[in-house]
């Protein structure tokens, strides 16, 4: 298989982005449409510098460096035909365990124009319930009283920031790119709540020299293993220890709200808008939120690849259900938008076997999906009176994935919630089914007190208990 080579010298490169959290998704995505942007040569001072601040890190930093940040992406066609990608947009990479103090200065450093972040939806610190930024937190707590030597990524981009400041290097924009509705805002409001808290001085600043923009991201990615690895270097004949697969679809639409410059994305298929609101209601509602719906049912089912799971028919129907049912009428859609193209586009999407995506990556981190996925739309339901079967026997399937830990064929699994708290932990475990409805990613709203909804639920968790998910479902479809 031919592999399409970036043509641009690395050397030529500036980096005038700083990227926070190079997973797989980022590299599929943002370095993607970047990689192709370097082509043009007055394009060339926004190649981006990785930063990775985990300690989990280590074997991707590592994996990387050793082939000169470059890797292989590899775009799986829903006709069964691949197209591979050498991606040279990575033009520096910094371990933050490794030497924090160069991610300061990189930050700080007058080349770089933005910040972007994939830190994950969990990842901005929030309270579930009243969506404020968690003071609390010991980590937090942390980094406001050591400036000089933070931990999480507030206390890092604080410091850097305060360089910049320091150092008039100039203003900076900071661009989200994780799924949370007005994912901007969100990381406004995170940022600037532990600034205003450290440091007033530099909260006064950050309110001129900072924008953070609104984006809609889109591309399903899945977790690469070491099979994979296999799979993909056999298939592009390379030895690349990073690679990385994805959809052909793709999507990014940004608010155009750069207070220090920005690419010319638009040169390669990124959308910029005055007001990303119906895109990302859109993604948020029907892709993320049937990904979700589907995720745990499927997975008691026994299903462990989406694309498996989508040639079962209760599953399909129930998504369409859900789609058209519960969640189109609070969609309205973008412009030049077609909503009952998008909906199939999506079915396809989740069939395509050449992806395959793992159910268990859409059951990862519950705890901070729902509130962004399923509570918003839930809430608008509850208030108009409507059909709440679907969205009850989720949060039962959801309830007994977490529980019980033992899928319909008595296959027992591990259950990854890294957000998960200890009052959690004791609403799961509590045998008394409604305290589940006080976990943390459901308190928005008080489903215990709804009648409706708790004597769905109740008698689906029940079911699930004694019949399996999969009996359950073709009951309500």
């Known amino acids: 298989m031919m592999i399409s080579q970036y043509q641009f010298n690395k ?39 990785g930063i990775c601040l985990l300690p989990s890190d280590e074997k991707i930093v590592n994996n990387l460096r050793s082939q000169n940040l470059d890797y292989t992406l590899t775009v799986c066609g829903r006709d069964g035909k691949d197209e591979v990608f050498k991606i040279g947009s990575l033009t520096e990479l910094i371990w933050g365990v490794e030497n924090p103090k160069a991610v300061i200065e990189k930050i700080a450093n007058k080349d770089t124009k933005i910040i972007t972040l994939t830190i994950t939806e969990g990842g901005y610190n929030l309270d579930k319930e009243t969506n404020e930024f968690d003071l609390n937190n010991e ?47 969100t990381a406004k409001r995170a940022f600037t709540t532990f600034i205003e808290n450290q440091d007033k001085d530099l909260a006064e600043w950050v309110k001129t020299n900072v924008t953070f923009p609104n984006s809609m991201v889109d591309r399903i990615t899945p977790a690469t293993t070491s099979e994979d690895i296999v799979r993909l270097n056999e298939k592009s004949r390379t030895e690349d220890k990073a690679p990385v697969y994805c959809e052909d679809f793709t999507q990014w639409v940004i608010e155009d709200n750069f207070v220090a410059g920005r690419p010319n994305w638009e040169k390669v298929g990124v959308e910029f808008t005055d007001d990303v609101t119906a895109f990302e209601n859109m993604k948020l509602s029907l892709l993320n939120a049937s990904h979700t719906l589907l995720s745990y049912p499927s997975f008691l ?18 998504i369409r259900d859900f789609m058209e049912i519960d969640i189109t009428p609070y969609v309205p859609a973008p412009k030049n938008t077609d909503l009952n193209v998008y909906k199939q586009t999506l079915i396809e999407r989740f069939a395509n076997h050449s992806v395959s995506d793992q159910v268990s990556r859409l059951c990862f981190d519950g705890i901070s999906k729902f509130p962004v996925y399923i509570m918003p739309n839930l809430a608008k339901m509850v208030n108009g009176n409507k059909d709440l079967t679907r969205v009850a026997f989720l949060i039962a399937s959801y309830r007994h994935y ?76």
């Open 139 to 185: 980590k937090i707590q942390h980094d406001l009283k050591n400036q000089e030597n933070p931990t999480t990524v507030f206390g890092f981009i604080a410091e850097g920031l305060r360089q910049r400041k320091s150092n008039g290097s100039g203003a900076i924009t900071i661009l989200s790119c994780d799924n949370l509705q007005h994912n901007g805002n």
């Open 301 to 318: 089912k026994g299903y462990r690849k989406v694309d498996e799971a989508m040639t079962d028919k209760s599953i399909v129907k129930f």
């Open 402 to 477: 977490l529980k019980y830990k033992v899928d319909d064929n008595g296959h027992s699994f591990e259950v990854a919630e890294p957000w998960i708290t200890e009052e959690d932990k004791q609403l799961i475990s509590n045998i008394n089914s409604i305290k589940f409805l006080e976990l943390s990613a459901l308190k928005s709203i008080d489903l215990k007190s709804n009648e409706k909804f708790t004597n769905l639920y109740s008698k689906f968790t029940e079911e699930i208990k004694n019949q399996g998910a999969g009996k359950v479902l073709e009951t309500i479809i």
């Open 11 to 49: 050397k030529n490169i500036t980096s005038g982005i700083v990227h926070i959290g190079v997973g797989n998704f980022h590299r599929a995505h943002q370095q993607y449409y970047t990689n192709l942007l370097l082509e043009n040569e007055d394009q060339q001072n926004w190649g981006i510098c």
